[in-house]
């Protein structure tokens, strides 16, 4: 079994529609623990195998892509050959300064939370595009929108699959799952909802998977993250991860940068640099963020705790003098100001 540090189990965790699958040693393939790849890639690794005997799959380095190498008999890799395939890349504007690249052909290996965050994230929009952007769905948006503005596009590609939308959200490029809801006045774009999730209102979700039956309450904004399954988020989150289970209340909010300096997290104990540069934090499957709580990019809360705000910030004494116009909160009483 393989466990992704922060989380857990590798085929417990949120991934596109549905959960992870580690497809070491599964039909026909075999791959290092922890391997992630796209059905175009594992189509290519499983036609070759009839020919070629086991294929072995291992990531480029790249994030996006990857190798097929083949052979016969025992797994040696010092007698498995080298096979190329299509992974059909495409480069991405550049974000903060770096290139991103995806595929559809992608292969990821998923050892560390944040390695689950990238693949979600640079599998996403492939993702997204081969289900909503077919050449009928597009003439189908056209026809209805008149325009090929790819804003105004949007709106109309979108998979509902039976969901509740209120008619006053805003729904678009987005893959929303059977029993699905999203709340009034509330803004998904560019997200994977899960069977069962939920947008309540006013909240924003853009450039997430949401996990089954995971919440993300009034007012709250999740971007570029994974929630996963019947975790509930009411705060503030970019390029994080939320456990199965977890809480983030509201007024919490989980940053994502590091003053100037790549983003690092603590993998396998060493302090790293996150992939890319770029990371948020992550709460730990069935954790507790309470109201207020500020947890800063790259940290990971581990699974099972409630954490709460320092006391000493909570007002409990407002015993000051009469006609005081300034204070501040010092050790839960108030201390008077100029």
Partial sequence: MHVVEGLGPLDDRTFLRGVARDYTLADGLAAEPGTLFAPMAAASARALAPRE???????????????????????????????????????????????????????????????????????????????????????WAFARRWTLRPELLAGALVERNGAFVHPSATVEFSVLSAGARVGAGAVVRGAVLGPGACVEELAMVEGCVIGEGARIQRQAMAKFSVIEGGAAHAGVIQLGVLGAGAEVRQGAVLFDQSLGEPVRVRRS????????????????????????????????????????????????HVDVPEGTTRACVVNGRLRVLG
């Avoid at 072995?56 to 007698?79: E, M």
């Avoid at 991405?92 to 979600?120: K, M």
């Fill in 53 to 139: 005997g086991w294929v072995r799959v291992r990531p480029s380095g790249t994030v996006s892509t990857g190798h097929l190498y083949a052979g016969r008999g025992p797994l040696d890799p010092a007698s498995l050959v080298e096979l190329s395939f299509d992974a059909r890349e495409h480069a991405l504007p550049a974000i903060g300064g770096l290139e991103l690249r995806v595929a559809d052909a992608w292969v990821f290996q998923v050892d560390h939370w944040s390695d689950l965050l990238w693949a979600n994230l640079l599998a996403l929009g492939p993702f997204l595009w081969e289900r909503l952007a077919t050449p009928a769905a597009l003439a």
């Fill in 269 to 316: 104990g060493q302090l790293v640099a996150a992939p890319h540069g770029m990371a948020g934090a992550c709460i730990g499957p069935g954790s507790v963020i309470g109201q207020g709580v500020r947890v800063a990019a790259g940290r990971a809360v581990p699974a099972g705790i409630t954490v709460l705000p320092d006391p000493a910030a909570v007002l409990t």
